[in-house]
């Protein structure tokens, strides 16, 4: 069984401010600025990813989204050697795995890029940055090669709206729950709170709970909808259509932020609520470089969130 993983989502010494911050250093940008920055483009920059998060087990944020969450750690001592005599102390080391590519797309770069190679944090950042990027952004020659190879299609947004209405549909028992489809391929948000069944004795944690399953799920564009995966447009964050999303919302419309309480804690209880929509999202991918980016825009979206229910708290 894998060794239970970091929360990737542990926003709580995450800093806040209302507005942009300045680094002190001229050559050091505040972990608040990168966030932000990540938040205006549908590629979101592994060397940005590299530079922020740090724990026990794990050097980055980065390290921790190529992570195998198959596996486990591996664990193994090392004896210390001093001028030729092993010492008695050990010291433990650990051994994560990664993701492979599992996709030929990147062989001809060489070793540590073949199909069944790990992707490691090295291979994708610095001087090889912007080796992976989203379907939109990619040439169209790849994305040819990509179809052929792989039968690899992304779905345009409006169509995962179209589909993601069903399901809400059927939990509810009505349509146009979160917006309404119009006829030229858009859609029309429903600006009201949402409402939930009493009929069926449904209450919105149950829908925040319920468990939703994204098979193939590619950049997770089905999950959540930072920008359309077929053109690669920014989607504002109060039409946005995915699973997640839609579960996110309405975490926000029932924590509301409460004056007598302070930022910290009103932080923490959207915080929890928001754990529990994550951990009610599956998605299953095979090829390693789609898997990252679904993962980027996943957390990247629940910071997105954070960052707009903690400015509703500061205004």
Not at 36 to 61: C, T
Not at 89 to 107: S, V
Not at 204 to 228: A, F, K, M, T
Request: net charge positive; glycine share 6%.
């Amino acid at each position: 069984m894998a060794k239970e993983q970091e929360n990737l989502f542990n926003l709580e010494n995450l800093a806040f401010s209302s507005t942009k911050r300045k680094s002190k250093s001229p050559h050091k940008e505040t972990q608040e600025n990168i966030l932000r920055r990540m938040a205006v483009s549908a590629d979101v920059l592994e060397d940005d990813l590299k530079k922020i998060g740090q724990g026990k087990d794990y050097d980055s944020i980065l390290e921790l989204l190529l992570r195998d969450q198959t596996k486990g750690i591996e664990r193994f001592s090392v004896p210390v050697i001093y001028k030729g005599t092993i010492l008695s102390e050990e010291y433990d080391f650990h051994m994560p795995h990664h993701i492979i590519w599992a996709t030929d797309n990147y062989r001809l770069r060489g070793e540590g890029y073949q199909i069944a190679d790990e992707i490691d944090v090295s291979a994708i950042t610095g001087r090889k940055k912007r080796i992976i990027r989203p379907r939109a952004i990619k040439s169209k020659e790849e994305q040819r090669r990509r179809i052929k190879q792989k039968a690899e299609v992304f779905t345009p947004s409006w169509v995962c709206n179209a589909q993601n209405n069903l399901i809400d549909e059927a939990w509810f028992g009505c349509k146009d729950v979160f917006n309404h489809e119009n006829t030229d391929q858009t859609w029309t948000t429903n600006p009201k709170r949402i409402r939930f069944p009493k009929s069926q004795g449904r209450t919105w944690l149950d829908y925040v709970n319920e468990r939703r399953l994204e098979l193939c799920c590619g950049e997770g564009p089905y999950i959540v909808s930072r920008y359309d995966a077929t053109t690669g447009e920014l989607i504002p964050i109060r039409e946005r259509i995915g699973l997640l999303d839609r579960k996110l919302r309405v975490v926000r419309e029932n924590i509301k932020p409460r004056k007598d309480l302070s930022l910290d804690e009103n932080m923490r209880r959207w915080r929890e609520g928001a754990y529990k929509a994550i951990r009610s999202i599956y998605g299953f991918e095979w090829q390693g470089d789609n898997l990252l980016l679904a993962r980027e825009n996943i957390l990247v979206s629940f910071i997105e969130y954070f960052y707009d229910y903690c400015e509703a708290i500061v205004r």
